[in-house]
Nanobody, 122 residues
Framework: VQLQASGGGLVQAGGSLRLSCAASGYTFSINAVGWYRQTPGKQRDLVAIISSSGDRTTYTDSVKGRFTISRDNTKNTAYLQMNSLKPEDTAVYYC????????????????WGQGTQVTVSS
């Protein structure tokens, strides 16, 4: 299995980025997807979750109204559209596929691919 997160970069506060998560080796369409972020010395925090069909999503409070998670099962790819970015959104962002999505919580699959760095300048 492989996960490749991409789309990160340097952006000014208030700007936007769209992250992509390309999955291979999974039956992508039957798996929930979670996006996480991590800053140095801190734990990896869940940002957003999407169900296998895309009909259900959950967001952490700090990104509600600014971030949108979506997916294209025909392309085995999930996305995280990030708008109105803030310096505190600076982190390495990871996607996770195949975890358990229940009661607005996500229990991650053991496999993690490489993340993508997002840096928001003030």
């Amino acid at each position: 299995v492989q996960l490749q997160a991409s789309g990160g970069g340097l952006v000014q506060a208030g700007g936007s980025l769209r992250l992509s998560c390309a999955a291979s080796g999974y039956t992508f369409s039957i798996n929930a997807v979670g996006w996480y972020r991590q800053t140095p010395g801190k734990q990896r925090d869940l940002v957003a979750i999407i169900s296998s069909s895309g009909d259900r999503t959950t967001y952490t409070d700090s990104v509600k109204g600014r971030f949108t998670i979506s997916r294209d099962n025909t392309k085995n790819t999930a996305y995280l559209q990030m708008n109105s970015l803030k310096p505190e959104d600076t982190a390495v962002y990871y996607c996770n596929v195949g975890g358990v999505y229940a009661n607005n919580k996500y229990y991650a699959h053991y496999y993690w691919g490489q993340g993508t760095q997002v840096t928001v300048s003030s």
